[in-house]
């Protein structure tokens, strides 16, 4: 059993910034490829970023290249999401999880076999 416990989410205005965090129970999170997800009202899950164990490659959705970043600190079994130049398309509940078999990022969320409860982001216009 892995726990993985999302927190930062919150309201923000279009333009402002968030920075979400995930922490994992496990000692072995440092092994664990890592990603985002996120639900917006009325849709589907999509993906967001995920990170590799190192930390050492990243991948992003097209709709957040160059605006979200994704990084890991191992030390802390944390991840990360900072959020920047928000858009209220970005309004959703972001899930963090985590793939324990993976040997490099993914974006289909069927191999993620742990996740978070969700954190709620709202970016007003």
């Known amino acids: 059993q892995v726990q993985l416990v999302e927190s930062g989410g919150g309201l923000a205005q279009a333009g402002g910034s968030l920075r979400l965090s995930c922490a994992a129970s496990?000692?072995?999170?440092?092994?664990?490829?890592m990603g985002w997800f996120r639900r917006a009202p009325g849709k589907e899950r999509e993906f967001v970023a995920a990170?590799?164990?190192?930390?050492?490659?990243?991948i992003y959705a097209d709709s957040v290249k160059g605006r979200f970043t994704i990084s890991r600190d191992n030390a802390k079994n944390t991840v990360y999401l900072q959020m920047s130049s928000l858009k209220p398309e970005d309004t959703a509940v972001y899930y963090c999880?985590?793939?324990?078999?993976?040997?490099?990022?993914?974006?289909?969320?069927?191999?993620?076999?742990?996740w978070g409860q969700g954190t709620q982001v709202t970016v007003s216009s």
């Open positions: 496990r000692l072995t999170f440092s092994s664990y490829v």
């Open positions: 990170i590799t164990s190192s930390g050492d490659n990243t």
């Open positions: 999880a985590a793939d324990p078999f993976a040997g490099r990022t993914r974006a289909n969320p069927n191999t993620y076999l742990y």
